[in-house]
């Protein structure tokens, strides 16, 4: 499906009127008024983006910073057994979508020699106690680093969670001593985690100015931790980069991001489709499904356009696995509300099958299945799903990549990022910022007693209204 030099790519035939059963976008359209749409999109993303407020756009390119996140990385190993990221949102969901698709499933219970002398890798987003004191009591913390991400450095979730990791080492190890088991990603020039880093003497690592933190997976916010688990940056990039390349012509045709923005802006706008399910068909991809929940969640639901206008626009992102969740949504997607359109990530090849024993010959119900193999398997049942969902008029399309490595992971990531920007344009509202968020921080701020925030008043819940 994705040829050489082409991966990923998008089959969204199952978009198409004349494919689709009793319905789809005129295939005309993609010639038409939605070309000249994506037209103007693009030149929208290209002035912001040549004004230096895309800064993703330059991640691939600016090697200085991969050159100083691979040394720092270099330096974090030296006596480590366990890396700990220790942030929320894009500063956990890049690299744990990173520690998913590439390293070996089961990583951290395999032994030192058998990770090739690579550290354990953890990722702590949720402050829950039970998780944050059972992952910090299995851990010894002169063997274990802790990379606390935090662009502001004043995230309340992350925050709490190092003064947690910031008392243990300083019980366990001394003041002296625990500044070595602690990197900071943060950044460049301001906030309460470069102050610190300053003060004490402790490693730092900058997050550009102009890269969100929902954009920061190729940043070293998702670079460091790949890198100290010994994922390859290099390809990551390099995949990044070339997807970059096919996107940067205007033509909607030859422009995989912009069709994936067009098709889906379509689907939600005019086809009544708001709920988008992304729905990859392999373990290592499920990570890569959260992190586009958050992209496409916090890009585009938004109360006001650019103008000033109020759209309260914005499509739903789902999050699925396939074929697990053919057991759990199927049935919905297949004959529930038509507000859905599937996004299947597919991957080709995998990179140890398993072949399927002829047994049970006698067994019509088992014998069909000897001589395939697992891949296959879930090859199939994505397609038949696809297929099925076709013939019920349901949208959906399959983002294809030849087989889940650093080159095309690097490609698909980046493939996301200029698809959300692009459709931030396609709806008229601004992708980068995230302004329905920071009432929930300031009242939690406010209950939680920060200074020149005012607590609020929260009424107890009423009992006339509890059962």
Known sequence: MTGPGRSPAIDFGNMIAGVLEGGGIDPDRLRGDLAERFRDAHAQVETRRAAGEMGFFDLPGDRELAEATRDAAGRCRRGADALVVIGIGGSALGAAALRDALLPPLRNELGERARGGFPRLYVLDNPDPDTVSALLGRLDPARTLFNVVSKSGTTAETMAQFLVVWQRLESALGAERMGSR???TTSPASGALREIAAERDIPVLPLPEAV???????????????????????????????????????????????????????????AGASVQVFMPYADRLRGMAYWVRQLWGESLGKALARDGRRVETGPTPLPALGPADQHSILQLLMEGPRDKVVVFI?????????????????????????????????????????????????????VAVDRVGARSLGALLMLFQIAVVYAGALYGVDPLDQPGVELGKALTCGLMGRTGYEA????????????
């Open 182 to 184: 602690l990197l900071l």
């Open 212 to 270: 969100g933190g929902r954009f920061s997976v190729l940043s070293p916010a998702g670079l460091l931790p790949a890198a100290v688990a010994g994922i390859g940056i290099g390809s990551l990039l390099d995949g990044a980069a070339a997807m970059a390349g096919r996107c940067a012509t205007p033509e909607l045709a030859a422009n995989p991001a912009g069709m994936l923005a067009t098709l889906l802006h379509v689907a939600d706008t005019e």
């Open 346 to 398: 597919a991957r080709e090849s995998c990179g140890e099958d398993v072949a399927i024993p002829r047994l049970f010959g006698d067994k019509p119900a088992l014998a069909y299945l000897g001589g395939h193999t697992l891949q296959g398997l879930l090859d199939r049942e994505r397609r038949a799903t696809a297929e099925a969902l076709r013939r019920e008029g349901r949208m959906n399309l399959t």
């Open 456 to 467: 609020p008043r929260i009424p107890p819940p009423d009992p006339r209204w509890r059962v």
